[in-house]
Protein backbone atom coordinates (compact mmCIF):
# COMPACT_ATOMS: atom_id res chain seq x y z
CA UNK A 1 0.00 0.00 0.00
CA UNK A 2 1.31 3.16 -1.02
CA UNK A 3 1.41 6.19 1.46
CA UNK A 4 -0.57 9.13 1.59
CA UNK A 5 2.87 11.29 0.39
CA UNK A 6 2.96 8.86 -2.61
CA UNK A 7 -0.97 9.73 -3.52
CA UNK A 8 -1.41 12.36 -6.42
CA UNK A 9 -4.32 14.43 -5.47
CA UNK A 10 -5.99 14.50 -8.49
CA UNK A 11 -6.54 10.63 -8.46
CA UNK A 12 -7.39 10.72 -4.43
CA UNK A 13 -10.24 13.19 -5.68
CA UNK A 14 -12.03 10.02 -7.13
CA UNK A 15 -11.48 7.56 -3.72
CA UNK A 16 -14.08 6.73 -1.58
CA UNK A 17 -13.49 7.73 2.37
CA UNK A 18 -13.15 3.53 2.59
CA UNK A 19 -9.95 4.14 0.01
CA UNK A 20 -8.51 6.91 0.76
CA UNK A 21 -8.36 5.86 4.39
CA UNK A 22 -6.24 2.92 3.91
CA UNK A 23 -3.94 5.16 2.23
CA UNK A 24 -3.35 7.58 5.59
CA UNK A 25 -4.45 5.63 8.05
CA UNK A 26 -4.89 1.95 7.21
CA UNK A 27 -5.20 -0.45 10.50
CA UNK A 28 -1.33 -1.68 10.02
CA UNK A 29 -0.40 2.11 9.49
CA UNK A 30 -2.04 3.10 12.95
CA UNK A 31 -0.71 0.48 14.78
CA UNK A 32 2.96 0.65 13.57
CA UNK A 33 2.14 4.54 14.34
CA UNK A 34 0.06 4.10 17.44
CA UNK A 35 1.87 1.85 20.34
CA UNK A 36 -1.52 -0.08 21.76
CA UNK A 37 -0.35 0.25 25.26
CA UNK A 38 -1.37 4.41 24.69
CA UNK A 39 -4.54 5.58 26.54
CA UNK A 40 -7.45 7.58 25.04
CA UNK A 41 -6.91 10.07 24.44
CA UNK A 42 -2.99 10.21 23.57
CA UNK A 43 -3.56 7.29 20.95
CA UNK A 44 -6.75 9.49 19.11
CA UNK A 45 -4.12 12.63 19.56
CA UNK A 46 -1.27 10.03 17.67
CA UNK A 47 -3.59 8.30 14.63
CA UNK A 48 -5.08 12.60 13.94
CA UNK A 49 -1.06 13.54 14.07
CA UNK A 50 -0.65 10.44 11.59
CA UNK A 51 -4.10 11.51 8.92
CA UNK A 52 -2.68 15.11 8.73
CA UNK A 53 1.20 13.87 8.41
CA UNK A 54 -0.02 11.65 5.21
CA UNK A 55 -2.74 13.39 3.63
CA UNK A 56 -0.51 14.63 0.29
CA UNK A 57 -3.31 17.73 -0.33
CA UNK A 58 -2.32 19.75 3.15
CA UNK A 59 1.08 20.52 1.67
CA UNK A 60 -0.53 23.22 -1.02
CA UNK A 61 -3.47 24.09 1.11
CA UNK A 62 -4.22 25.25 4.76
CA UNK A 63 -6.33 23.33 7.75
CA UNK A 64 -7.47 24.80 10.85
CA UNK A 65 -8.79 21.91 13.32
CA UNK A 66 -9.95 21.13 16.59
CA UNK A 67 -11.74 18.85 18.71
CA UNK A 68 -13.12 19.41 21.75
CA UNK A 69 -14.28 16.97 24.90
CA UNK A 70 -17.30 18.57 26.02
CA UNK A 71 -17.35 15.47 28.90
CA UNK A 72 -14.37 16.95 30.62
CA UNK A 73 -14.78 20.19 29.31
CA UNK A 74 -10.84 20.87 27.73
CA UNK A 75 -9.63 20.57 24.31
CA UNK A 76 -8.73 17.60 22.87
CA UNK A 77 -6.83 18.52 19.95
CA UNK A 78 -5.37 21.18 17.76
CA UNK A 79 -4.13 22.04 14.26
CA UNK A 80 -4.21 25.70 12.94
CA UNK A 81 -7.34 26.52 15.55
CA UNK A 82 -6.59 29.87 15.29
CA UNK A 83 -6.10 30.72 11.68
CA UNK A 84 -8.58 33.19 10.35
CA UNK A 85 -10.07 30.82 7.12
CA UNK A 86 -13.09 31.26 5.05
CA UNK A 87 -15.76 28.72 6.39
CA UNK A 88 -18.44 28.47 3.99
CA UNK A 89 -21.60 27.29 4.90
CA UNK A 90 -20.24 26.52 8.89
CA UNK A 91 -21.06 30.07 8.81
CA UNK A 92 -24.56 29.01 9.42
CA UNK A 93 -23.73 27.45 12.68
CA UNK A 94 -22.52 31.01 13.90
CA UNK A 95 -26.21 32.29 13.12
CA UNK A 96 -27.92 29.68 14.00
CA UNK A 97 -27.03 29.70 17.43
CA UNK A 98 -27.29 33.40 17.92
CA UNK A 99 -30.53 33.44 16.82
CA UNK A 100 -31.59 30.60 18.76
CA UNK A 101 -29.74 32.44 21.71
CA UNK A 102 -31.27 35.65 21.43
CA UNK A 103 -34.82 35.10 19.35
CA UNK A 104 -35.46 31.73 21.56
CA UNK A 105 -36.63 28.30 19.56
CA UNK A 106 -40.61 29.63 20.04
CA UNK A 107 -39.88 32.71 18.04
CA UNK A 108 -42.02 33.27 15.06
CA UNK A 109 -41.80 34.67 11.49
CA UNK A 110 -44.66 37.02 10.89
CA UNK A 111 -46.46 38.13 7.80
CA UNK A 112 -49.03 40.33 8.19
CA UNK A 113 -51.88 41.61 5.74
CA UNK A 114 -53.79 44.92 6.66
CA UNK A 115 -56.40 47.75 5.07
CA UNK A 116 -56.93 50.89 5.56
CA UNK A 117 -60.78 52.86 4.44
CA UNK A 118 -63.98 51.46 4.49
CA UNK A 119 -66.12 48.80 2.86
CA UNK A 120 -69.15 50.21 1.12
CA UNK A 121 -71.74 47.39 1.64
CA UNK A 122 -74.42 48.33 -0.80
CA UNK A 123 -71.40 47.73 -3.40
CA UNK A 124 -69.02 45.23 -2.26
CA UNK A 125 -66.24 47.79 -2.56
CA UNK A 126 -63.49 48.26 -0.02
CA UNK A 127 -62.67 52.07 -0.89
CA UNK A 128 -58.90 51.87 -0.06
CA UNK A 129 -55.79 50.08 0.24
CA UNK A 130 -54.14 46.69 1.06
CA UNK A 131 -51.05 46.36 2.81
CA UNK A 132 -49.15 43.25 2.94
CA UNK A 133 -46.25 43.79 5.70
CA UNK A 134 -43.13 41.64 4.71
CA UNK A 135 -41.44 39.64 8.18
CA UNK A 136 -38.73 37.79 5.54
CA UNK A 137 -40.42 34.40 5.87
CA UNK A 138 -38.70 31.98 3.05
CA UNK A 139 -41.54 29.63 4.08
CA UNK A 140 -44.66 31.82 2.75
CA UNK A 141 -46.21 29.28 0.39
CA UNK A 142 -49.39 29.05 -1.09
CA UNK A 143 -51.46 28.34 2.00
CA UNK A 144 -50.53 31.38 3.55
CA UNK A 145 -51.31 33.17 0.29
CA UNK A 146 -54.69 31.73 -0.08
CA UNK A 147 -54.97 32.92 3.58
CA UNK A 148 -54.76 36.15 2.92
CA UNK A 149 -56.70 36.41 0.17
CA UNK A 150 -60.16 34.88 1.66
CA UNK A 151 -59.53 37.04 5.17
CA UNK A 152 -60.01 39.87 2.00
CA UNK A 153 -63.38 38.50 0.60
CA UNK A 154 -64.61 37.21 4.26
CA UNK A 155 -65.03 41.26 4.65
CA UNK A 156 -67.72 41.43 2.01
CA UNK A 157 -65.98 42.85 -0.70
CA UNK A 158 -65.82 41.87 -4.54
CA UNK A 159 -63.76 44.87 -5.52
CA UNK A 160 -60.61 46.92 -4.04
CA UNK A 161 -60.87 50.31 -4.86
CA UNK A 162 -57.56 51.25 -3.77
CA UNK A 163 -53.64 50.01 -4.12
CA UNK A 164 -51.96 46.86 -3.34
CA UNK A 165 -48.99 47.60 -1.29
CA UNK A 166 -46.14 45.54 -0.17
CA UNK A 167 -44.29 47.12 2.86
CA UNK A 168 -40.68 46.31 2.71
CA UNK A 169 -40.14 48.00 6.05
CA UNK A 170 -38.83 44.78 8.03
CA UNK A 171 -35.05 45.33 6.08
CA UNK A 172 -32.93 47.37 4.19
CA UNK A 173 -33.26 47.66 0.14
CA UNK A 174 -30.03 45.60 0.06
CA UNK A 175 -31.23 42.65 -2.59
CA UNK A 176 -27.91 40.41 -2.09
CA UNK A 177 -25.13 40.41 0.58
CA UNK A 178 -21.82 41.84 1.03
CA UNK A 179 -18.90 40.01 -0.74
CA UNK A 180 -21.86 37.60 -2.53
CA UNK A 181 -20.08 36.72 -6.05
CA UNK A 182 -22.34 37.82 -8.91
CA UNK A 183 -22.46 34.63 -11.29
CA UNK A 184 -23.79 32.54 -8.10
CA UNK A 185 -26.96 31.21 -7.59
CA UNK A 186 -27.79 34.09 -4.74
CA UNK A 187 -30.84 34.24 -2.86
CA UNK A 188 -33.17 37.39 -2.94
CA UNK A 189 -33.01 39.01 0.12
CA UNK A 190 -36.57 40.61 0.07
CA UNK A 191 -38.98 40.51 3.12
CA UNK A 192 -41.51 39.75 1.14
CA UNK A 193 -39.55 36.33 -0.86
CA UNK A 194 -41.94 34.00 -2.34
CA UNK A 195 -40.85 30.54 -4.01
CA UNK A 196 -37.74 32.50 -3.97
CA UNK A 197 -38.44 35.29 -5.88
CA UNK A 198 -39.30 38.72 -5.33
CA UNK A 199 -42.99 38.79 -6.54
CA UNK A 200 -45.53 38.17 -3.90
CA UNK A 201 -47.95 40.80 -4.70
CA UNK A 202 -48.41 39.76 -7.97
CA UNK A 203 -49.01 35.75 -6.58
CA UNK A 204 -51.87 38.23 -4.03
CA UNK A 205 -53.63 39.79 -6.90
CA UNK A 206 -54.24 36.07 -9.15
CA UNK A 207 -55.22 34.53 -5.66
CA UNK A 208 -57.61 37.67 -4.61
CA UNK A 209 -58.89 36.99 -8.16
CA UNK A 210 -59.09 32.96 -7.74
CA UNK A 211 -61.39 33.31 -4.52
CA UNK A 212 -63.52 36.38 -6.82
CA UNK A 213 -61.69 40.07 -5.79
CA UNK A 214 -60.86 42.02 -8.25
CA UNK A 215 -58.25 45.32 -7.32
CA UNK A 216 -59.17 47.98 -9.10
CA UNK A 217 -55.56 50.03 -8.72
CA UNK A 218 -52.16 49.54 -8.84
CA UNK A 219 -49.45 47.23 -7.09
CA UNK A 220 -46.93 49.66 -5.47
CA UNK A 221 -44.29 49.81 -2.55
CA UNK A 222 -45.25 51.69 0.92
CA UNK A 223 -45.01 50.99 4.95
CA UNK A 224 -48.38 50.31 6.10
CA UNK A 225 -49.77 53.80 7.97
CA UNK A 226 -50.15 52.90 12.08
CA UNK A 227 -54.21 53.09 11.97
CA UNK A 228 -54.56 50.13 9.76
CA UNK A 229 -56.85 47.16 10.54
CA UNK A 230 -55.16 44.24 10.41
CA UNK A 231 -57.21 41.61 8.71
CA UNK A 232 -54.74 38.18 8.67
CA UNK A 233 -51.35 36.97 9.93
CA UNK A 234 -49.30 34.23 8.92
CA UNK A 235 -46.77 33.17 10.98
CA UNK A 236 -43.64 29.97 10.79
CA UNK A 237 -41.39 29.06 13.84
CA UNK A 238 -37.78 29.44 13.79
CA UNK A 239 -37.64 25.49 14.38
CA UNK A 240 -39.28 25.07 10.68
CA UNK A 241 -36.71 27.20 9.20
CA UNK A 242 -33.59 25.66 11.22
CA UNK A 243 -34.28 22.48 10.16
CA UNK A 244 -34.28 23.02 6.31
CA UNK A 245 -31.56 25.91 6.71
CA UNK A 246 -29.21 23.08 8.21
CA UNK A 247 -30.09 19.85 6.55
CA UNK A 248 -30.41 21.23 3.29
CA UNK A 249 -27.67 23.88 3.71
CA UNK A 250 -30.07 26.62 2.30
CA UNK A 251 -28.68 30.07 1.89
CA UNK A 252 -31.98 31.73 2.01
CA UNK A 253 -33.28 30.61 5.01
CA UNK A 254 -29.86 31.39 6.40
CA UNK A 255 -29.96 34.89 5.81
CA UNK A 256 -33.80 35.12 6.55
CA UNK A 257 -32.63 33.85 10.41
CA UNK A 258 -29.67 36.21 9.82
CA UNK A 259 -31.77 39.81 9.35
CA UNK A 260 -34.35 38.70 11.90
CA UNK A 261 -31.37 39.37 14.52
CA UNK A 262 -31.41 43.09 13.30
CA UNK A 263 -34.40 43.85 14.01
CA UNK A 264 -33.94 43.73 17.89
CA UNK A 265 -31.77 46.61 17.46
CA UNK A 266 -34.71 48.42 15.53
CA UNK A 267 -36.25 48.72 12.00
CA UNK A 268 -34.95 48.34 9.15
CA UNK A 269 -32.73 45.33 9.75
CA UNK A 270 -29.40 45.57 8.23
CA UNK A 271 -26.53 43.06 7.77
CA UNK A 272 -24.52 45.81 10.38
CA UNK A 273 -26.96 45.30 12.59
CA UNK A 274 -27.27 41.62 12.18
CA UNK A 275 -23.76 40.73 12.60
CA UNK A 276 -23.38 42.93 15.69
CA UNK A 277 -25.79 40.24 17.82
CA UNK A 278 -22.53 37.82 16.31
CA UNK A 279 -20.13 39.98 17.57
CA UNK A 280 -22.13 40.17 21.05
CA UNK A 281 -21.42 36.29 21.06
CA UNK A 282 -18.31 36.66 20.54
CA UNK A 283 -17.59 38.74 23.47
CA UNK A 284 -19.79 36.81 25.74
CA UNK A 285 -17.14 33.86 25.07
CA UNK A 286 -14.61 35.93 25.23
CA UNK A 287 -13.23 35.59 21.37
CA UNK A 288 -14.02 38.84 20.32
CA UNK A 289 -10.36 39.70 20.35
CA UNK A 290 -9.60 36.86 17.73
CA UNK A 291 -8.62 37.49 14.19
CA UNK A 292 -12.34 36.90 12.30
CA UNK A 293 -14.67 38.90 9.85
CA UNK A 294 -18.28 38.53 9.28
CA UNK A 295 -20.43 39.60 6.89
CA UNK A 296 -23.31 37.73 6.23
CA UNK A 297 -25.78 34.91 7.99
CA UNK A 298 -25.23 32.15 5.21
CA UNK A 299 -21.64 31.96 4.27
CA UNK A 300 -22.15 32.62 0.56
CA UNK A 301 -19.64 35.47 1.12
CA UNK A 302 -15.87 35.50 0.62
CA UNK A 303 -15.53 38.15 3.23
CA UNK A 304 -16.26 35.68 5.85
CA UNK A 305 -13.28 34.73 7.91
CA UNK A 306 -13.42 32.71 11.67
CA UNK A 307 -11.11 30.03 13.27
CA UNK A 308 -11.84 26.02 14.07
CA UNK A 309 -11.49 27.94 17.39
CA UNK A 310 -14.56 29.84 17.41
CA UNK A 311 -16.68 27.70 15.96
CA UNK A 312 -15.95 25.10 18.63
CA UNK A 313 -16.66 27.68 20.91
CA UNK A 314 -20.17 28.62 19.46
CA UNK A 315 -20.66 24.57 19.50
CA UNK A 316 -19.69 24.47 22.92
CA UNK A 317 -22.12 27.24 23.97
CA UNK A 318 -24.99 25.77 22.34
CA UNK A 319 -23.91 22.39 24.21
CA UNK A 320 -24.17 23.88 27.77
CA UNK A 321 -27.44 25.09 26.40
CA UNK A 322 -29.83 22.93 26.55
CA UNK A 323 -32.87 24.74 24.90
CA UNK A 324 -30.43 25.87 22.17
CA UNK A 325 -28.35 22.21 21.64
CA UNK A 326 -31.95 20.46 21.71
CA UNK A 327 -33.26 22.71 18.85
CA UNK A 328 -29.46 23.01 17.12
CA UNK A 329 -28.93 18.63 17.63
CA UNK A 330 -31.95 18.10 15.92
CA UNK A 331 -31.47 20.18 12.34
CA UNK A 332 -27.55 18.96 12.09
CA UNK A 333 -27.22 16.78 8.92
CA UNK A 334 -26.74 13.20 10.45
CA UNK A 335 -23.45 10.98 8.14
CA UNK A 336 -25.04 8.30 6.59
CA UNK A 337 -28.64 9.52 7.08
CA UNK A 338 -29.73 13.02 5.62
CA UNK A 339 -28.97 16.26 4.55
CA UNK A 340 -25.82 17.63 2.97
CA UNK A 341 -23.91 14.18 4.64
CA UNK A 342 -26.35 11.52 3.57
CA UNK A 343 -23.42 10.13 1.10
CA UNK A 344 -21.38 10.44 3.43
CA UNK A 345 -19.34 7.88 6.17
CA UNK A 346 -21.53 5.36 4.94
CA UNK A 347 -20.29 2.29 6.53
CA UNK A 348 -17.90 3.29 9.24
CA UNK A 349 -18.21 4.11 12.83
CA UNK A 350 -19.42 7.69 12.24
CA UNK A 351 -22.34 6.67 10.33
CA UNK A 352 -25.54 7.76 12.79
CA UNK A 353 -23.12 9.31 15.07
CA UNK A 354 -21.52 12.50 14.00
CA UNK A 355 -23.97 15.23 13.32
CA UNK A 356 -22.49 18.11 11.77
CA UNK A 357 -22.87 21.18 9.26
CA UNK A 358 -20.68 21.13 5.87
CA UNK A 359 -19.62 23.93 4.23
CA UNK A 360 -18.26 24.21 0.19
CA UNK A 361 -17.36 27.04 -1.59
CA UNK A 362 -14.92 27.21 -4.37
CA UNK A 363 -11.58 25.82 -2.99
CA UNK A 364 -12.83 25.83 0.47
CA UNK A 365 -14.59 22.59 2.21
CA UNK A 366 -15.50 22.65 5.41
CA UNK A 367 -17.21 20.52 8.29
CA UNK A 368 -18.10 21.53 11.96
CA UNK A 369 -20.25 19.37 14.68
CA UNK A 370 -20.71 16.90 16.97
CA UNK A 371 -19.90 12.90 17.89
CA UNK A 372 -19.47 10.78 20.23
CA UNK A 373 -16.48 9.20 20.83
CA UNK A 374 -16.31 5.44 21.35
CA UNK A 375 -15.50 5.77 25.51
CA UNK A 376 -18.89 7.72 25.35
CA UNK A 377 -17.23 10.99 25.94
CA UNK A 378 -19.46 13.85 23.55
CA UNK A 379 -17.01 15.63 21.61
CA UNK A 380 -17.52 18.92 18.95
CA UNK A 381 -15.05 20.00 16.45
CA UNK A 382 -14.26 22.05 13.37
CA UNK A 383 -12.12 21.41 10.19
CA UNK A 384 -12.02 24.01 7.91
CA UNK A 385 -10.49 23.01 4.55
CA UNK A 386 -9.08 25.81 2.45
CA UNK A 387 -7.16 26.10 -0.66
CA UNK A 388 -8.17 23.06 -1.55
CA UNK A 389 -8.32 22.70 -5.62
CA UNK A 390 -11.09 20.00 -5.42
CA UNK A 391 -13.52 19.02 -2.81
CA UNK A 392 -12.77 15.10 -3.04
CA UNK A 393 -10.04 14.79 -0.70
CA UNK A 394 -10.76 17.43 1.69
CA UNK A 395 -13.69 15.07 2.45
CA UNK A 396 -12.09 12.55 2.31
CA UNK A 397 -10.05 14.00 5.35
CA UNK A 398 -12.89 15.30 7.03
CA UNK A 399 -15.03 11.75 6.89
CA UNK A 400 -12.02 9.82 8.18
CA UNK A 401 -10.94 12.72 11.24
CA UNK A 402 -14.52 11.67 12.36
CA UNK A 403 -14.25 7.92 11.98
CA UNK A 404 -10.98 8.52 14.54
CA UNK A 405 -13.18 10.62 16.69
CA UNK A 406 -16.30 8.15 16.86
CA UNK A 407 -13.33 4.95 16.93
Known amino acids: MAGASELNTDTLATYTIEEYADTVCDDTVCQDTVPSVLPWPQSLQMRLDSIIGKSAFLKTSQLGLMVYDLTVDSVLYAYGEKQALRPASTMKLLTAVTALDNLGGAYLYKTRLCYTGSVVDSVRTLQGNIYIIGGMDPRLGHDDIRSFALAVKELGVDTIRGNLYADRSMKDADLLGEGWCWDDDNPVLSPLVYARKDNLLQVLVKELCDVGVYLDGELQVSKCPAGATELCVRTHTIEQVLHRMMKDSDNLYAETMFYQLGLSKGRPSTARKSR ?53 LYSLPIAAVDGTLEKRMRGTRAAKNVRAKTGTLAGINSLAGYCTAGNGHELCFAILNQGVMRAAPAKAFQDRVCVELCR
Request: avoid cysteine; charged fraction near 20%.
Open 276 to 328: SAIEAMLRKMKLHGTPHRLADGSGLSLYNYVSAEIEVAFLRYAYNNSDIYTNL
